[in-house]
């Protein structure tokens, strides 16, 4: 059972960046999903929620407009299209499905 994050990175303000989250061991398209961040010194953070099917998805306000989350459940995989990135966007992201499995997170580092 594992989820496993990639395609973070260094990138400057107003870039783009994609994440992808690779699911094997369990049935992933029996789960809804959702993408977390932590900075450091922060708590952690909510940025995506996608539902099972991929029908429905939810942001909060600090990223919506921005970030667009996806998952191709033939593939198991699920990504996160991260567009307009600030520097506050800087952390590190998880996927996560609970209560299965989080992944270990990649880092995202948004420069000035």
């Known amino acids: 059972v594992q989820l496993v994050e990639s395609g973070g990175g260094l990138v400057q303000a107003g870039g783009s960046l994609r994440l992808s989250c690779a699911a094997s061991g369990f049935s992933f398209s029996s789960y809804a999903m959702h993408w977390y961040r932590q900075a450091p010194g922060k708590e952690r953070e909510l940025v995506a929620t996608i539902a099972r099917a991929g029908d429905i998805t939810i942001y909060p306000a600090s990223v919506h407009g921005r970030f667009t989350t996806s998952r191709d459940n033939v593939k198991n995989t699920a990504y996160l299209q991260m567009n307009n990135l600030r520097t506050e966007d800087t952390a590190v992201y998880y996927c996560?499905?609970?209560?299965?499995?989080r992944g270990q997170g990649t880092p995202v580092t948004v420069s000035s």
């Open positions: 996560d499905v609970p209560p299965i499995v």
